[in-house]
């Protein structure tokens, strides 16, 4: 288990930037070290733990990028088409043996170019005469419709990188080298808890004051995406005590523990007092909306998060600071999705200071370019602001107003989580 000091995530200022909070996290966990072999089939979102350099190159043999005839760039036709007799035919997965000069040779996709060859016309280009030579016209370059051995990557060539996560095309291009497995790195292991005392469990009974439990499950369903191994702990009661004992023993075997409600500065927020018995808390006031104060702490070595409780601010905290965070931990190389930019079709005054973040859907504008329609409301508690929108559009720290038609940046949720 990462093991940090008690002050690790002390902080003195009072309003806290996403960037300064992503930094700091970033910074002082520790990844996990612990490396695993997994055969390729079960590569998909894990993370690379060694780079990969190119054991062959791609493709491995040059070869035909077309079904046609193959020629000498030294017959190529110059000025008028000419007719070349046929010697030879090779198709895909046969070895090509030597051309002979001033002939053409069958060739199809992926065929091994005959030795001597380096230029193929496609079937498509040519005719043939009634002797049956191929009639090639003038004017193909030396060297056109042929994939050399090496093109796409050279032997050698560090290909996947160490902290990649990896992607279906990281998994083909490791199949492509033959590799059957792939070193990475140990999924963390993530404790996930609600509280309060008005949350239920879905599947149980429901108190008239209660509500059922949705963070737990979107915050796990999150973790799971990234990779985490998550602990699901249930729901734990607005009391100091449950609390500390449930988070001292998830301390002990977890990388990671997640929380979410409870954090803010109320009578019956339990969290603060709770992780200070068991081991040591800040709670960051974030300059983020939604957000609130999210509580960081250390306990018995492993890093806490406490997100907070209403499930719009539980979501926007999670993709902006957990989710680097457990990247971080997993020893993934960072990642920072790049807002694209659309045209805001609403208009949003805020505070200067603080980055916001809006949920919208995207529709098409009569021009063609793409427009961001705002949610109509804006509780951090609409659970429909989320399902029925595409994704957030950031708005900057020095922003403090928006217009129709301005250019804003949009981050889908599919780049998010
Ligand atoms: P808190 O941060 O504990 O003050 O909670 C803020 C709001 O979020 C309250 O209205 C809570 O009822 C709600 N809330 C807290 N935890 C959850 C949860 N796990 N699922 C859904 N709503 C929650
Ligand atoms: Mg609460």
Redesign the pocket.
């Known amino acids: 288990m990462a093991q940090l000091s008690d002050d690790c995530f002390a902080f003195g200022g009072p309003m806290m930037s996403v960037d300064e909070a992503v930094a700091i996290i970033t910074s002082r966990v520790t990844a996990v070290g612990e490396i695993e072999t997994v055969p390729l089939n079960a590569a998909d979102g894990r993370v690379l733990a060694r780079d990969v350099a190119a054991p062959l190159p791609l493709p491995p043999f040059t070869n035909s990028a077309v079904d046609g005839y193959a020629v000498r760039a030294g017959d190529l036709p110059r000025e008028t088409e000419q007719a070349f007799p046929l010697a030879g035919r090779v198709q895909a997965g046969v070895s090509a043996g030597a051309a002979k000069p001033g002939h053409a040779v069958r060739i199809f996709t992926g065929a091994p170019m005959p030795e001597g060859t380096d230029t193929v016309f496609m079937q498509e280009d040519v005719t043939v005469d009634e002797a049956g030579r191929v009639v090639l016209p003038p004017g193909l370059k030396a060297g056109a419709n042929v994939r050399p051995a090496g093109e796409d990557i050279p032997l050698g060539h560090l290909a996947l990188k160490r902290g990649q996560r990896l992607w279906p095309q990281h998994v083909a291009m490791a199949a492509a080298f033959g590799l059957s497995e792939l070193d990475v790195t140990r999924r963390i292991r993530v404790a996930v808890f ?3 005392d ?2 239920a469990s879905p599947g149980t009974a429901r108190g008239t004051p209660q ?6 499950f979107m915050l796990m369903a999150m973790l799971r995406r990234l990779g985490a191994e998550v602990s699901d702990l249930g ?1 734990i009661r607005d009391e100091r005590e449950p609390l500390a004992s449930a988070l001292k023993h998830a301390a002990a075997q977890h990388d990671l523990i997640l929380t ?5 500065t ?1 009578e019956e ?1 339990h969290v603060k007092a709770g992780v200070e018995a068991v081991g040591s808390l800040v709670l960051w006031r974030m300059a983020i909306k939604p957000g609130r104060p999210v509580a960081m702490g250390i306990i018995g070595g492993t890093p806490f998060i406490g997100l ?4 719009v601010a539980s979501f926007v905290t999670f993709v902006h600071v957990v989710r680097p965070a457990v990247l971080a931990l997993s020893g993934a190389l960072p990642e920072q999705p790049i807002p694209i930019p659309v045209r805001a079709a609403f208009t949003y005054k805020k505070k200067a200071g603080r980055r916001e973040y809006v949920r919208v859907s995207l529709r098409r504008a009569q021009d063609g370019t793409l427009e961001a329609l705002k949610f109509p409301r804006e509780g951090a ?1 609409l659970l429909s602001s989320l399902v029925d929108t595409d994704g957030l559009v950031e708005l900057g720290e020095d922003l403090t107003a928006v217009k129709p038609g301005q250019s804003v940046g949009y981050l889908g949720y599919a780049s998010l989580i």
């Open positions: 609600s509280t309060g008005e949350i509500l059922y439990d949705s963070n737990r729901i979410s409600g409870g954090v803010s109320g927020d907070p409780g209403n499930p508690g």
